[in-house]
């Protein structure tokens, strides 16, 4: 449901800003992907503070409040420019401050709503060391089918509720989200009863605060020089410097999230510190797969507008409706995946989930970078077309929009291998006690790479329009010069995927380590 609401209001966004707000496509694109990158980016402030000071369900009521909130500013924007169209510069403000609020909502919304759904079946800490395997295929398979849900929710935002913005309007387009969301709410709270609460066992309960108190307390005994130590006064207990026992198991492995937990001894949340930091190559790699993920909801769509769109002599395909084939792709393919490509995968490598979760990344990663290709050959072939007709004759081009569907599906079924993945790799890799942070850091790849793109359409602009030439991104569809930054984006993610390679040969999953530790 909440995917139905938010897909119902950024795939077609790129439109409303163009048609209605009358943006320039370089400048709608520009927006769409800060936007799309501020709403990713988020989690990675909100969710420590949730950890720290609400319990997950709390935070999933409040943000969904919030969330509701801003829906409701973006259908207000619809319902007031159908009578007064944006004339100035506080108009887009407001729907700028309104989309805000859906972000701040679904900061906090989606990285504790997967968090408390993977606490209904999480039983780490009571579990045996013999059964880790089989509970590592039950998170895998949580986390497949619940990307699956939320595939089924964005493919019927996709679909429908682009459809219903071009045919009935954006106020109707804009207030179905709200009310979706809405209904959500209300279908959540059913489950009161029902719900599996996960107390807080460990002092890890709140990161954040005992994190920042043990800063603060090591920088002042480090300006005030009062880290020393203390020997006792009767010699003949020179001995006993109050050395611990060396476990059979490295402590800062364990199985409260990872961490020792003894009050007394503060270093183990600066481990917590230490694995987010090892995982910071691996996540700086995935950053150009999220770049090529902004392409569909901006440039792909814009690329739409000016092919041959019709079915019959009445109907127009809406070119924000083939967004739908990636989720559909997804939904499709997901089945597959489980069933057949895993079950090979098995006897070719012998290991029982078939494919690591970081193999799994790379290949979505190459697939990603085929889509690319394809796309850059379609818009060369595009453009070629659009070139040799008049310029009095329409900007539509005798190429029918179903040449794009290659590059939406690749992108499909890549999000099934490196998406799912993702979620996968970072909730295993942080603390039991910071998951919620662990599903931030997720999302945050998605968050600064919408903020890479707008950033490289801004450079790329000003270098290309530079000395009176047309931009790469010219409001001409005829003269853009969309072929080559694809070719630039399937070069660039080629790069990525060859660090990307070399990291994980020589990265050790925090499980590795555990079982090293326990040798």
Not at 244 to 269: A, I, V
Not at 306 to 318: A, D, E, Q, S
Not at 373 to 396: H, N, Q
């Amino acid at each position: 449901m909440e995917r139905f609401a938010f897909k119902g209001v950024a795939s077609n966004l790129v439109t409303y800003l163009t048609d209605v707000v009358q943006m320039s496509n370089s400048s709608a694109a520009k927006t769409v992907n800060s936007w799309c990158g501020f709403t990713s980016m988020l989690p990675l402030l909100v969710a420590p503070l949730a950890d720290s000071f609400w319990d997950r369900y709390s935070t999933i009521l409040t943000s969904s409040f919030v969330y509701v909130l801003g829906l409701g500013a973006v259908a207000s924007t619809a319902t007031i420019w159908t009578w007064s169209p944006p004339s100035n510069k506080s108009s887009p403000a407001f729907l700028f401050w309104s989309l805000c609020l859906i972000s701040l909502g679904q900061g906090a919304y989606i990285p504790s709503l997967q968090a408390f759904g993977a606490d209904q079946l999480d039983h780490d800490e009571e579990l045996p060391s013999s059964k880790d395997d089989k509970s590592s295929n039950k998170k895998s398979l949580f986390f497949q089918w619940w990307y699956f849900g939320v595939c089924s929710g964005s493919l019927l935002g996709v679909i429908l509720m682009s459809y219903i913005q071009d045919t009935f309007g954006w106020i109707l387009g804009f207030a179905i989200p709200m009310f979706a969301m809405i209904t959500s709410v209300a279908i959540f709270t059913c489950g009161n009863r029902i719900y599996a609460y996960k107390p807080d066992k460990s002092i890890d309960s709140k990161p954040f605060q005992n994190i920042l108190q043990v800063i603060k307390v090591t920088a002042s005994k480090l300006v005030n020089g009062r880290i020393r130590i203390n020997l006792p006064d009767d010699k003949s207990d020179v001995g006993e410097l109050e050395l611990q026992e060396k476990p059979l198991c490295d402590q800062k492995f364990g199985s409260n999230g990872g961490f020792d937990g003894n009050p007394r001894n503060k270093t183990y949340l600066l481990e917590n510190a230490k694995i987010v930091l090892r995982l910071l190559p691996i996540w700086a790699m995935l950053l150009m797969f999220a770049v090529i993920f902004q392409q569909p909801a901006t440039f792909f769509t814009k690329q739409g507008m000016t092919m041959k769109r019709n079915i019959g002599r009445n109907f127009k395909i809406p070119p924000a409706t083939l967004q739908s084939a990636i989720t559909l792709s997804i939904i499709l393919m997901m089945p597959l995946y489980d069933k057949v490509l895993i079950p090979i995968t098995q006897i070719v490598t012998r290991n029982q989930k078939g494919i690591t979760v970081m193999q799994r990344m790379g290949v979505g990663m190459f697939l990603s970078i085929i889509a690319m290709i394809i796309a850059a050959v379609v818009e060369t072939k595009r453009l070629e077309i659009s070139r040799k007709m008049s310029s009095l004759e329409s900007e539509t081009v005798e190429l029918s929009i179903f040449w794009l569907l290659p590059q939406y599906v690749l992108l499909g079924i890549s999000d099934i291998f490196t998406v799912v993945g993702m979620q996968e790799f970072f909730y295993n890799e942080v603390p039991v006690r910071m998951r919620t942070m662990g599903f931030a850091l997720y999302t945050s790849v998605f968050g600064l790479g919408s903020f890479l793109s707008a950033l490289m359409i801004s450079v790329i602009e000003a270098f290309t329009s530079s000395g009176g030439r047309q931009s790469w991104f010219s409001d001409d569809m005829r003269e853009d010069g969309l072929d080559k930054y694809y070719w630039l984006l399937a070069l660039a993610s080629t790069l990525s995927l060859l660090f990307y390679a070399i990291f994980s040969k020589f990265y050790t999953t925090t499980s590795e380590l555990e079982n090293g530790n326990c040798k």
